[in-house]
């Protein structure tokens, strides 16, 4: 099993809808979850990071986490085409070991 | 306040020779780490270092990399005889304290020929 899951997409997603992306992993003693977005050829950029359990806004972006079901998922509200992208999740693993999901492609179609 | 450098961006390799990847931390940071990341794949981790010091080389393969981060200077990611499998994208974050702060350089593309 991996340690972090994602479904690789791609997803496809009409413009102005709204973009859910789902992840779970397999340490139940993870802590500490994250969100990257990476455009192709580009480097990754955090997003959004969650400890509790429950849902975190930021503009656009909610992050929830279910401690209980071993799942984190990232909604993207009124999904824009600069929003096209791949997005990974992440778990700290240890002290300072980020271990990534392969992460899910999502383009958001005009 | 520059970011994260790596160089160099691209760097191509005939079988057999080595590579040097440098990563240059953010000003204040002393925390560096590696991943690497295939064709359509995550990122995977590599090696955690501080200065002078390999804290967490889990991820490394235990032949042909090394990596140090010495007090002075860049850090290093160094592959022996690289071979085609090695071809990908190597990108390095630092961060001051802990790894959720951490920012990620552009990395640096290994193309093995």
């Not at chain 2, 990563?23 to 590696?34: D, I, L, R």
């Not at chain 2, 235990?62 to 990596?67: D, H, L, V």
């Amino acid at each position: 099993q991996k340690e972090v899951e994602q479904n690789s997409g791609p997803l496809s997603v009409p413009e102005g809808a709204i973009a859910s992306l789902n992840c779970t992993y397999s340490d139940r003693g993870s802590q500490s979850f994250f969100w990257y977005r990476q455009y192709s050829g580009k480097s990754p950029e955090l997003i959004m990071f969650i400890y509790s359990n429950g849902d975190k806004e930021d503009g656009r972006f909610t992050a929830q986490l279910n401690k209980a079901s071993q799942y984190v998922s990232l909604l993207i509200r009124d999904s824009q085409p600069s929003d096209s992208a791949t997005y990974l999740c992440a778990v700290i693993q240890g002290a300072q070991k980020l271990v990534f999901g392969q992460g899910t492609r999502l383009t958001i179609n005009p | 306040n520059a970011g994260v450098m790596q160089n160099p961006r691209h760097l191509v390799r005939r079988r057999g020779q080595e590579a040097r990847l440098r990563c240059s931390p953010m000003k204040g940071h002393s925390h560096v780490y590696w991943y690497r990341q295939l064709p359509e794949e995550g990122l995977k981790f590599m090696v955690y270092l501080q200065k002078e010091n390999i804290i967490d080389e889990s991820g490394m393969p235990k032949e042909r990399f090394s990596a140090e981060f010495p007090k002075e200077g860049p850090s290093i990611l160094r592959i022996q005889q690289v071979v085609r499998g090695d071809s990908a994208a190597y990108f390095c974050a630092s961060s001051s304290d802990r790894v959720t702060e951490a920012f990620f350089g552009q990395g640096t593309r290994l193309t093995v020929v």
